[in-house]
């Protein structure tokens, strides 16, 4: 897939008070395996960015791929639910 602009951004920002975090802008379908391989993040965030994607399930791929076993994914999104038990 080819991607005109940035579908997300993932931190590599210097923080002064955090600088273990950095961001970097990608596509979060397909994360260059060089700069982001198996196995390496304890935690992969994404907010407000996976609904703009043309496949969630390539997010969730690359997401479990750069991720260490036991790892966290966490989707912040806000939608409405349609599934009328889970609307309650």
């Known amino acids: ?3 005109s602009k ?8 210097p923080f002064d008070l955090a600088p273990q975090v950095a961001f970097h802008v990608g596509n979060a379908q397909q994360l260059d395996p060089e700069r982001f391989p198996d196995n390496t993040y ?7 960015g996976i609904r703009n994607c043309t496949s969630i399930s390539d997010v969730i791929n690359e997401a479990y791929r ?15 639910v349609t599934q ?5």
């Open 1 to 3: 897939m080819r991607v």
């Open 42 to 48: 304890d935690l992969y965030t994404i907010a407000f």
């Open 66 to 80: 750069v991720l260490k076993p036991g790892g966290v994914f966490a989707v912040l999104e806000f939608s409405k």
């Open 84 to 88: 009328p038990v889970l609307a309650q």
């Open 6 to 13: 940035p579908i997300c951004v993932i931190f590599t920002y």
